[in-house]
């Protein structure tokens, strides 16, 4: 904004107040006049009605509020009306530093007016056949596995950092501030952090959380349970309760280490697993099989390769018919 030195001679908080309806007729009447009297005038007067119509429509509150900042200069007014009809006549020097104050005033309060009227837009961050990672602003990283659904801002504004996880698999690595803290959310399920790193699984609305790494938050219905390293919550979807339990085995890491860890692992839990990864129907064909353990260390290999090792194994044979495999 650019107001010539020759536009100062105007008593700038008589233009406020008639900005504001508060000027008496004859100062409204000197106002006019004023303006009349030169184009430059006019455009002064035209650039400070601009300015105070866009800070009257922000209707913002908050620790630099522009309309705080206003009403001390209608205070100021107030006391000058007081004073015996007085009119002092500062330095335009002295104006120009109030002027751009009430400006800055002014500025801060659009900028914010538009942060809320305009916030960060989301990032769908979703995956299909292929795991994927990713960075958000803050500097945390997310390894999404694949079929998953992860919205987040494109830039964290607030005291809290929020993103959801519609559906699928992520591992999040937080970094630490505990002046935000992150929360995820995922189906009704609330899990809040401060710096740490846990894995998150969404499957058909039922919730397992595994921390690695520092404490984290879980909570759902009202119902809130603290998870320390090596632990795991479980919320069913049709029974919504929080279930704190001991984490068995590292196989929930496979879609980041490539690597499926049996140690003394179940067949049944070793099944659930590889159908996950490999999109598979596999099914445990007699219930003796079911809790058979398995020790042994599969490294980014192709199903058929694992399914001969867990048959020579357990001496078990497989039968694959419509798009099912038996271990039989």
């Not at 007729?25 to 006049?33: N, P, R």
Request: with cysteine; net charge positive.
């Amino acid at each position: 904004m650019n107001l010539n030195a020759e536009n100062m001679e105007m008593n700038d908080d008589l233009l406020i107040s008639c900005l504001l309806g508060e000027a008496s007729a004859e100062q409204v009447a000197q106002v006019t006049e004023w303006r009349k009297d030169d184009a430059a005038n006019e455009r002064h007067y035209m650039q400070f009605a601009q300015v105070w119509e866009a800070s009257d429509k922000l209707k913002f509150t908050g620790q630099a509020d522009a309309q705080e900042s206003l009403g001390r200069l209608k205070q100021k007014i107030a006391i000058q009306k007081a004073d015996k009809g007085k009119e002092v006549i500062l330095p335009r020097s002295y104006n120009w530093l109030r002027i751009a104050a009430v400006l800055l005033a002014f500025a801060g309060g659009v900028w914010l007016y538009m942060i809320n009227k305009n916030p960060a837009k989301d990032v769908d961050f979703a995956t299909d056949k292929a795991v994927r990672i990713d960075t958000l602003s803050d500097g945390s990283v997310i390894t999404l596995n694949k079929n998953s659904l992860l919205q987040y801002p494109e830039t964290f504004s607030g005291n809290k950092r929020k993103v959801t996880l519609v559906r699928g698999e992520a591992f999040f690595s937080i970094t630490p501030d505990k002046s935000k803290p992150f929360i995820i959310n995922s189906s009704g399920t609330v899990i809040k952090v401060v710096g740490t790193s846990f894995n998150v699984k969404n499957r058909n609305s039922n919730i397992e959380v595994i921390v690695e790494t520092g404490i984290v938050e879980v909570s759902n219905s009202g119902k809130m349970l603290s998870l320390k390293p090596g632990e795991k919550a479980v919320v069913k979807k049709l029974e919504k309760e929080l279930v704190k339990q001991k984490n068995t085995d590292q196989l929930y890491n496979y879609y980041r280490s490539k690597e499926f860890v049996a140690d003394d692992t179940p067949l049944w839990r070793i099944v659930e697993v590889l159908n996950e990864a490999y999109d598979s129907r596999i099914i445990i064909g007699r219930k003796e099989l079911r809790n058979l353990p398995l020790n042994t260390t599969f490294k980014n290999e192709p199903l058929d390769s694992v399914l001969k090792v867990i048959t020579r194994t357990f001496n078990i044979t497989v039968e694959k018919k419509n798009n099912q495999i038996i271990l039989k």
